[in-house]
């Protein structure tokens, strides 16, 4: 075989690699990415007790596992969890979408909207708490919220469902942010009624409480209608979507060591798991990445039972632990959230499979 032959096969072994990878990339259209906030290993096992083996989350080809500790801490809170998910830094507890020295680092959501797709964020919680906060806004603490709520107008998020009416309309500095968007063209709804008359050409801003929702338990069933309706009206993108979605109270469940609680508000962010599975699978082009960002109550499984579909819990503590949180995948491009996982890991491999551009 002479010279010259042996590099033109190499040539064309190099451009298939080149095609193959490129066309792979291509395949992911959309991405949803779930928070189960709180939400380790035994949450999940509780839920699945509770179902009699039956969780969608159960159903996922792909599994892997997360390490959740912060910058400046073993032990991690929601925003600096919430940020490493979103913006693929470590920071310090408290802070949102900036860096240990407050520098602010872009999100995979608002990388999303600069590469022209929609996006999403549906939460039980309020729209300015820790973890929907990582994905818009820049804050020095989790506790401005005020200040986070301040960052919506400037995010580009086309559909977003949850509580906060108060920090967007019952403002100290006088401003009602509401009426800013409603200007800049958003429709502002405070029912789910209300939400799935909206016109589709116009973005969506939902509120469901003045703060946070009630507890699933109390009544609380919008997620996965929630979830289902932010799908529909992202799908209108031929571009594609980024939507995030968030079971914000399972965390609660675990600091009050509430074993109903916990496994009542997995239950729910389970449900609405399952239609966002029924979506991707009718796709073909979504890749679907299901996590938490730390692990709450120290929570133990006693004993259960999958025949009778019960299960007592026990917790060590009552705030956050170091424990590694699961993560499960599902789509194009799934097979790489196998294996231990940094939290930081999400935002790149996403704008890797989709291809997106900072």
């Known amino acids: 075989m002479t010279n010259t032959l042996k590099t033109g096969m190499l040539l064309v072994a190099c451009l298939f690699v080149v095609n193959t990878t490129d066309s792979f990339a291509q395949k992911v259209r959309n991405i949803i990415v779930m ?28 599994t892997g596992i997360e390490k959740t500790y ?5 032990i991690t809170d929601s925003a600096a969890g919430g940020t490493a998910i979103a913006c693929g830094v470590k920071t310090n507890n408290g802070m949102i979408g900036v860096t240990p020295d407050t520098v602010p680092v872009q999100s995979i959501l608002s990388v999303a909207e600069k590469n022209g797709l929609s996006t999403g964020i549906v939460v039980t919680c309020n729209l300015t708490h820790a973890t929907p906060a990582t994905f818009y806004a820049h804050a020095g603490s989790r506790n401005s919220t005020q200040e986070i709520a301040s960052w919506f ?16 309309e019952k403002r100290t500095d006088g ?9 800049a ?35 609380r069933d919008y997620l996965p209608e929630a979830v289902e309706l932010a799908m529909k009206r992202l799908s209108n993108n031929k571009k594609g979507f980024f939507l995030m979605v968030e079971g914000s109270q399972i965390d609660w469940g675990g600091h009050a060591n509430d074993g109903n609680y916990v496994v009542t508000e997995t239950v729910d962010f389970d449900n609405a798991v399952g239609k966002v599975l029924e979506f991707a699978k009718r ?23 999958f025949k009778d579909k019960t299960v007592k819990i026990d917790f060590t ?20 959230f196998t294996g231990w996982l940094e939290n930081t890991n999400y935002k790149n491999k996403i704008e890797k499979l989709a291809g997106l551009k900072e």
């Open 35 to 62: 928070i189960g906030d709180g939400m380790g290993f035994n949450q999940v096992q509780a839920a699945l007790t509770v179902t009699g083996n039956n969780l969608n989350m159960a159903k996922f080809p792909y």
């Open 283 to 305: 796709d073909g082009h979504t890749l679907v990445i299901i996590t938490a960002d730390h692990e709450t109550g120290g929570t133990a499984i006693r004993e259960g039972s």
């Open 317 to 336: 503590k009552t705030y956050h632990t170091g424990a590694p949180v699961p993560i499960f995948a599902y789509g194009p491009g799934a097979e790489q």
């Open 70 to 74: 912060s910058a400046n801490n073993y």
């Open 175 to 183: 401003r009602n942010l509401s009426n800013e968007l409603k200007q």
């Open 153 to 168: 107008p400037k995010s580009g998020v086309d559909v977003a469902i949850g509580g906060g009416i108060n920090d967007f």
């Open 185 to 219: 063209g958003y429709t502002v709804a405070y029912s789910m009624e209300e939400a799935a008359k909206a016109p589709v050409k116009s973005p969506l801003l939902t509120f469901l409480a003045e703060d946070h929702p009630k507890k699933a338990s109390e009544g």
